[in-house]
């Protein structure tokens, strides 16, 4: 029992630390959204005059709200866990480790790689990235759809309507982005673990 949950922590701290990577290394140095919730941060901070910072967190205190009641308690710590681990793998990296760019193509090939990977392994793992992963898997487990698609959906209404405050071609790179990281979340997802039973597709309240 004391194996299967320090496994289910190490995979969960790893995906939360891939996510980090992709966006302190290849995705925000290009400002490129990782996701739906850096556009709502955006549309707050335009609309409403509130901080990044603050508008990035309300987005993700009002999803953790809902997943407090749908998911339960042991999910939402998780997702605390998780987040919190992203948001320290990037201010670390960010501060302390230069960023080489060789070409913003191949920036946003590894970032979409890292980001579907560790999101991925934190849905695997019980847990999430925050934000739109939420209300993706709200509804993908309501409707039954694939996560992926779903959150692929949620973000590109969320991206349209950030094109309206940032550039156009910002926009595309990070639809670019979520089709090819929805998709590798989604792989991850239905893979079979034969030999790591824990990491358990069920996120449903527990």
Known sequence: MMRRILLTYACLLFGAVLQGL?????????SIPSGGAAGLAILMNHWFHSSLGFSLWLANIMFLLFALKYFGFTWT?????????????????TSLIPHPHVHILLDL??????????????IRAG???????IPALMIASYEKWSPGKVMMG???FIFLLTAL?????????AVIC???STNI???????EFQKISFLSANWRKR
């Open 127 to 133: 847990a999430s990235s925050g934000g739109m992963v």
């Open 185 to 191: 979340i989604d792989f991850i997802y239905e893979l």
């Open 165 to 173: 405050v940032i550039d156009f071609k910002i926009v595309g790179y």
């Open 178 to 180: 979520q089709f090819f």
């Open 109 to 122: 090939v590894c970032g979409s790689l890292f980001f579907g990977i560790g999101v991925g392994l934190l």
């Open 77 to 93: 710590l998780r997702t605390i866990l998780s987040v919190a681990t992203t948001s320290t793998t990037v201010s670390f990296v």
């Open 154 to 156: 949620i973000n590109l």
């Open 22 to 30: 992709s966006m302190s290394l290849f995705l925000f140095p290009h």
